[in-house]
């Protein structure tokens, strides 16, 4: 019997048309209504279901769902060793046990770990989609679905590894000897059996109505959405530039719904970083939410603080992982920070370095942590309940007290509970054996899974947060979809992974069509409720973001039936403030004291930009380094200064090729392996052109003369005699003549050194340097670039005694003027500021 659209119905006057089309179909089959089943989509509709039938007075049918009655038919059983728990990461042990005697699994879980675990998430997944199903059957009938499934799967050879996966996963599937709970479902008598379709198909509740042991009746309250020319709600669309905006504008609405008197209000959790974000914003608000969807409790507090401490025993020993884990763990302290500052400062990368050092910052904590996971640190393969009991004792007496998840999380991962005996769940509990990275895989895996359900009034609330299908048919007074765009709402549902949508199809399993025809059917219910909300961002970063596909369907129905768009511009109740601008001035701060001490690099950021010198070299200010990063250009520049500073040092009569590996082999020991292959490459194809360089040049008579040199000088006269002028000089050859050649390697490009010296007097490392060797008349530099891609060339700074003398008079000028009050502003011109860490300091972007 179709319910359809009635004229001006709200949900309310729905169900009391259901509830009288109930009754007056049990009274013309003469069948009393007290012992009839209406079978509801989802238990929430039980309630406005339960005040209709209270409406009318009297007898009452038994009002459920499938599952629910199920349940109160009797508990289901519990899976024994080697059945389907439902559980995926448990399932995903058991698997890796179902393929231990297939040699293509095994070999494929030596030769590509990684992909052989996703296999066991494949197949997992495929069992369980399969007992899914064959639970929806008539039990009569499931040995012959069984049958034609496995028919249909081998009468088609195509597919390789994904099709034996798939027997495998039916085969586990149906050498499940469990009776579903549902099956107790069939042998129950009521005196009809009534099912409400809403939302597509159930296909458990049309196999109890086609079993035919009792009167039945199909209620179709689904909605046809290409034939809706003028639904019932008020559809407002939202249109945002972005994220933040979006988020803002759905509060805004829920807000606006509020205060009109349309509570209860649901928002549909169809993107769930926004419904995050909107519930962030409406708790400052003080508005009382419930939230029927949760989130994923690998998100939670609590199970952040426990995977940094399982990262911080399993993940190698990273010094990172280890101060992520004492920052979660332990309050803050000047101690803490002190450690990590050491550590930033020594380049520390492993946890084994800081054990050997002596008078360690917040040393106690370091021991008594290091101490604390030391049983989980033993390495090697262990049971899995091993592996449990040592992460309670990590963990102490109160493990994660005091945050949010840490019930949910210790139950997840069975340390807040025990397996029952004999279960499917003990059986892998005690029989895997998992090593240090697999049980951190194995435990990401469980708070990936599970679900965390917030602590909230559930009755009352006026805000309820529930998934789009969960919505209908209740009574709420206006729904806000936030996400109605094409990549969100009306998208393919997810298909599974080892099978086809034909064989899906074929083998009566959940098909994409399925799920998008469920959800075309669900957004069809939304438009009951008075008022619709829907909100979508218009890009996706540069890319337009065209609207959702079923509001599309919504506005071709109407354009067909020569009728307007349903849809309405929604009116943001948010005032517009009226801004006054204050713009910030150019950033300048009075002289400070001169630092005893110049660099080539601080007078390259005085004469660059002002600010930056009193920032980096004044104030001593820089930006921590990370101490896990891959290795950036300036690193291979100082390791490949060193290689050649060895080999030159160290130089003999022979094969220079082999001497040069020899260097880089000797200045690698202690550097990862991984982090050292692209230096590595780099520097062979440095090999042939730096030895071809190197024989040009001495043959024209250049013959090195030291290296790393490090020097300093006093330049400067008057109130400056003081300041100490200090650098260290790469290299210093000497020519056939006599003449001191200054060389600076450099990684850079021919082309952008060539451009640095075509003003000689804009170069400053080289005058600098210059001057710390006195400024000699007849002093030669020039740059040596020893990783262009065509060659090692050297770029030579013309004159560069008389610029180092010009620059000295520059500089005396500069620091007099500096040292009599003069101040340092920011400049913000040219590529000073592109890479600049005092940027947030001068506040460039804000300028007037």
Not at 367 to 386: D, I, K, Y
Not at 414 to 426: D, V
Not at 516 to 522: L, T
Not at 777 to 799: K, N, Q, T
């Amino acid at each position: 019997m179709n319910l359809g659209l009635a004229p001006g119905e709200d949900i309310e006057s729905f169900w009391r048309r259901v509830a009288a089309t109930c009754a007056d179909w049990l009274a013309a089959q003469g069948l009393p209504l007290r012992d009839a089943v209406l079978l509801l989509p989802f238990a929430q509709q039980i309630a406005p279901a339960r005040r209709a039938f209270l409406a009318r007075g009297g007898w009452q049918p038994v009002l459920t769902t499938t599952h629910s009655l199920a349940s109160a038919l009797g508990p289901s059983l519990l899976p024994r060793p080697g059945q389907i728990s439902g559980d995926s990461p448990v399932d995903t042990l058991a698997a890796d046990e179902l393929l231990a005697d297939q040699s293509w699994a095994q070999a494929l879980k030596r030769e590509d770990p990684r992909t052989h675990r996703l296999a066991l998430a494949r197949l997992v997944e495929t069992a369980h989609a399969f007992a899914r199903a064959a639970a929806q059957r008539d039990p009569a009938l499931r040995g012959a679905w069984f049958n034609a499934a496995r028919r249909h799967l081998t009468d088609d050879p195509v597919g390789g590894a994904e099709r034996a996966l798939t027997l495998v996963a039916l085969a586990w599937a149906e050498a499940d000897d469990r009776q579903p709970a549902t099956d107790a479902l069939f042998s129950h008598r009521p005196s009809a059996w009534i099912a409400l379709k809403a939302g597509g198909p159930d296909p458990l509740a049309l196999a109890l109505l086609a079993r035919g042991e009792a009167p039945s009746l199909l209620l179709n309250a689904d909605l046809d959405l290409d034939s809706l020319t003028a639904p019932p709600a008020r559809i407002e669309e939202a249109l945002c530039p972005d994220f933040e905006a979006l988020a803002q504008a759905s509060a805004a609405a829920v807000l606006q719904h509020l205060a009109a008197g349309r509570a209860p209000v649901a928002v549909i959790a169809q993107d769930r970083v926004v419904v995050r974000r909107l519930r962030a914003l409406l708790g400052r608000q003080g508005v009382p939410l419930h939230d029927e969807t949760g989130w994923t409790l690998a998100t939670t507090p609590a199970a952040s603080l426990l995977m940094a401490l399982l990262r911080a025993a399993l993940g190698g020993g990273a010094v990172d992982d280890w101060l992520a884990w004492l920052k979660l763990s332990v309050e803050p302290s000047d101690a803490l920070d002190a450690l990590e500052a050491l550590c930033r400062r020594r380049r520390i990368r492993r946890a084994e370095a800081l054990d050997a050092i002596e008078n360690l910052p917040a040393q106690a904590l370091w021991q008594s942590r290091r101490q604390a996971l030391a049983p989980l640190m033993g390495g090697g393969r262990r049971m899995l309940t091993h592996w449990l009991q040592d992460l309670r004792r990590a963990l102490g007496p109160e493990p994660l007290a005091g945050l949010e998840g840490a019930e949910g999380v210790l139950n997840a991962i069975w340390l807040s509970r025990n397996p029952w005996p004999g279960s499917a769940h003990e059986a892998v509990l005690d029989g895997s054996r998992l090593d240090g990275p697999g049980f951190l895989t194995w435990v990401s895996d469980v708070l990936e899974a599970g679900q965390f359900q917030p602590e909230d009034d559930a009755s009352g609330a006026p805000v309820v947060i529930t998934p789009l299908v969960r919505a209908m048919l209740r009574p709420f007074g206006a729904v806000v979809l936030p996400g109605a765009d094409a990549d969100t709402l009306g998208r393919a549902g997810r298909p599974l992974s080892l099978l086809s949508e034909s064989d899906a199809q074929a083998l009566g399993l959940q098909t994409q069509e399925a799920q998008r025809s469920a959800e075309a059917q669900a957004f069809a219910q939304a438009l009951r409720v008075p008022v619709l909300t829907l909100l979508r961002c218009t890009r996706a970063g540069a890319e337009p973001l065209p609207p959702s596909p079923l509001i599309e369907r919504l506005a071709a129905a109407a354009r067909r039936a020569g009728l307007p768009s349903p849809l309405r511009l929604w009116m943001d109740p948010r005032q517009p403030e009226a801004l006054v601008p204050h713009p910030v001035p150019r950033a300048s701060v009075p002289t400070s004291p001169l630092p005893a001490a110049l660099s080539a690099s601080a007078v390259e950021a005085l004469r660059r930009c002002p600010y930056q010198f009193f920032s980096r070299h004044v104030l001593g200010l820089h930006e921590a380094d990370e101490l896990e990063g891959e290795p950036e250009k300036r690193d291979y520049g100082t390791w490949l200064h060193a290689v050649l500073h060895r080999f030159h040092t160290h130089r003999e009569a022979g094969d220079m090729v082999a001497q040069l590996r020899e260097a880089a082999r000797v200045e690698s020991l202690g550097l990862d392996e991984a982090d050292f292959l692209p230096w590595q490459a780099s520097f062979e194809r440095l090999l042939p052109r730096y030895v071809d360089w190197l024989a040009g040049a001495e043959a024209a008579g250049l013959e090195f003369s030291e290296g790393e040199l490090a020097r300093e000088c006093q330049p400067f006269d008057g109130d400056l005699a003081g300041i100490v002028l200090r650098g260290r000089i790469d290299r210093i050859d000497r020519t056939e003549s006599g003449q001191r050649l200054l060389l600076d390697y450099k990684t850079s490009s021919v082309k952008d050194l060539e451009a640095r010296v075509k003003e000689p007097l804009e170069d400053t490392q080289l005058a600098v340097y210059a001057l710390l060797m006195d400024a000699e008349p007849d002093l030669g530099a020039a740059y040596l670039a020893v990783d262009d891609r065509d060659r090692v060339a050297v770029i030579e700074h013309p004159d560069v005694a008389a610029t180092a003398q010009r620059l000295k008079q520059g500089l005396q000028a500069d620091l007099q003027a500096l040292r009599d009050g003069a101040p340092l502003p920011a400049l913000g011109e040219g590529s000073a500021c592109d890479y600049c860490e005092a940027r947030g300091l001068c506040r460039k972007d804000d300028w007037a």
